[in-house]
Protein backbone atom coordinates (compact mmCIF):
# COMPACT_ATOMS: atom_id res chain seq x y z
CA UNK A 1 0.00 0.00 0.00
CA UNK A 2 1.20 3.66 -0.80
CA UNK A 3 0.48 6.40 1.18
CA UNK A 4 -0.06 9.20 -0.41
CA UNK A 5 0.08 13.51 1.06
CA UNK A 6 -0.85 16.23 -1.15
CA UNK A 7 0.26 19.72 -1.36
CA UNK A 8 -0.24 23.04 -3.14
CA UNK A 9 -3.70 24.04 -2.94
CA UNK A 10 -4.95 27.72 -2.71
CA UNK A 11 -6.85 30.63 -3.82
CA UNK A 12 -6.40 31.90 -7.61
CA UNK A 13 -7.82 34.10 -9.92
CA UNK A 14 -9.32 33.02 -12.58
CA UNK A 15 -7.09 32.55 -15.84
CA UNK A 16 -4.44 31.62 -12.86
CA UNK A 17 -2.60 28.71 -12.41
CA UNK A 18 -1.13 26.32 -9.46
CA UNK A 19 0.22 23.82 -9.44
CA UNK A 20 -0.44 20.51 -6.86
CA UNK A 21 1.94 17.61 -5.53
CA UNK A 22 1.18 14.80 -3.98
CA UNK A 23 4.12 12.66 -2.09
CA UNK A 24 4.05 9.29 -1.95
CA UNK A 25 5.70 6.54 0.41
CA UNK A 26 6.85 2.97 0.15
CA UNK A 27 9.28 1.65 -2.48
CA UNK A 28 6.75 0.73 -4.83
CA UNK A 29 5.55 3.37 -6.23
CA UNK A 30 6.40 2.60 -9.75
CA UNK A 31 3.71 -0.11 -9.27
CA UNK A 32 0.88 2.33 -9.12
CA UNK A 33 -0.82 4.14 -12.14
CA UNK A 34 -1.66 7.80 -10.58
CA UNK A 35 -4.64 10.03 -10.64
CA UNK A 36 -6.29 13.15 -9.49
CA UNK A 37 -9.86 13.43 -8.89
CA UNK A 38 -11.73 16.43 -7.43
CA UNK A 39 -15.05 16.95 -5.64
CA UNK A 40 -16.85 20.67 -5.71
CA UNK A 41 -19.14 21.96 -3.00
CA UNK A 42 -22.29 19.57 -3.65
CA UNK A 43 -20.93 17.07 -6.12
CA UNK A 44 -19.68 13.97 -6.34
CA UNK A 45 -16.12 13.36 -6.92
CA UNK A 46 -14.68 13.21 -10.38
CA UNK A 47 -11.93 12.35 -12.61
CA UNK A 48 -9.54 14.88 -13.90
CA UNK A 49 -6.32 12.80 -15.01
CA UNK A 50 -4.42 9.65 -14.53
CA UNK A 51 -0.78 8.80 -15.69
CA UNK A 52 0.75 5.48 -16.30
CA UNK A 53 3.08 3.56 -14.28
CA UNK A 54 6.34 4.74 -15.82
CA UNK A 55 4.66 7.94 -16.89
CA UNK A 56 4.62 7.54 -20.56
CA UNK A 57 1.22 8.22 -21.19
CA UNK A 58 -1.53 9.90 -19.94
CA UNK A 59 -5.71 10.14 -19.20
CA UNK A 60 -7.59 13.45 -18.97
CA UNK A 61 -11.03 14.60 -18.08
CA UNK A 62 -12.57 16.44 -21.56
CA UNK A 63 -13.36 19.68 -18.82
CA UNK A 64 -9.57 19.76 -18.48
CA UNK A 65 -7.90 18.77 -21.64
CA UNK A 66 -5.64 21.28 -22.70
CA UNK A 67 -5.28 23.31 -19.24
CA UNK A 68 -3.87 20.87 -16.93
CA UNK A 69 -0.67 19.08 -17.19
CA UNK A 70 -0.19 15.68 -14.85
CA UNK A 71 3.41 14.38 -14.63
CA UNK A 72 5.52 12.36 -12.33
CA UNK A 73 8.68 11.87 -11.06
CA UNK A 74 9.09 8.15 -10.23
CA UNK A 75 12.41 8.86 -8.58
CA UNK A 76 11.12 11.06 -5.74
CA UNK A 77 8.07 9.39 -5.26
CA UNK A 78 6.26 12.29 -6.64
CA UNK A 79 2.82 13.06 -8.82
CA UNK A 80 2.13 16.88 -9.89
CA UNK A 81 -1.09 18.75 -11.14
CA UNK A 82 -0.09 21.76 -12.98
CA UNK A 83 -3.21 23.33 -14.07
CA UNK A 84 -3.75 26.51 -16.00
CA UNK A 85 -6.21 28.75 -17.26
CA UNK A 86 -7.97 28.05 -14.35
CA UNK A 87 -11.85 28.71 -14.08
CA UNK A 88 -14.28 29.18 -11.23
CA UNK A 89 -15.76 25.96 -12.52
CA UNK A 90 -12.31 24.48 -11.11
CA UNK A 91 -13.00 25.24 -7.57
CA UNK A 92 -12.82 22.00 -5.51
CA UNK A 93 -11.14 19.65 -3.05
CA UNK A 94 -8.67 17.96 -5.26
CA UNK A 95 -7.17 14.34 -4.24
CA UNK A 96 -4.46 12.09 -5.60
CA UNK A 97 -5.30 8.39 -5.77
CA UNK A 98 -3.14 5.23 -6.65
CA UNK A 99 -4.64 2.63 -8.43
CA UNK A 100 -3.48 -0.84 -10.46
CA UNK A 101 -4.48 0.53 -14.10
CA UNK A 102 -5.79 3.44 -15.78
CA UNK A 103 -8.98 2.50 -16.14
CA UNK A 104 -9.28 1.34 -12.31
CA UNK A 105 -8.16 4.71 -11.82
CA UNK A 106 -10.63 6.82 -13.64
CA UNK A 107 -13.68 4.33 -12.23
CA UNK A 108 -12.06 5.45 -8.57
CA UNK A 109 -10.86 1.53 -8.12
CA UNK A 110 -7.84 3.08 -6.09
CA UNK A 111 -5.48 1.42 -3.80
CA UNK A 112 -5.40 4.47 -2.22
CA UNK A 113 -5.95 8.41 -1.42
CA UNK A 114 -4.74 11.01 -0.20
CA UNK A 115 -6.18 13.35 2.04
CA UNK A 116 -7.21 16.42 -0.17
CA UNK A 117 -6.49 19.90 -0.85
CA UNK A 118 -8.41 23.04 -1.49
CA UNK A 119 -8.72 24.98 -5.18
CA UNK A 120 -10.67 28.26 -5.21
CA UNK A 121 -10.82 30.02 -8.11
CA UNK A 122 -12.12 33.45 -8.18
CA UNK A 123 -14.42 34.97 -10.80
Known amino acids: QVQLVESGGGLVQAGGSLRLSCAAS????????MGWFRQAPGKEREFVAA????????DYADSVKGRFTISRDNAKNTVSLQMNSLKPEDTAVYYC????????????????WGQGTQVTVSS
Open 97 to 112: AAGLNTADVRDQYVNS
Open 26 to 33: GRTFSNYV
Open 51 to 58: ISKGGGST
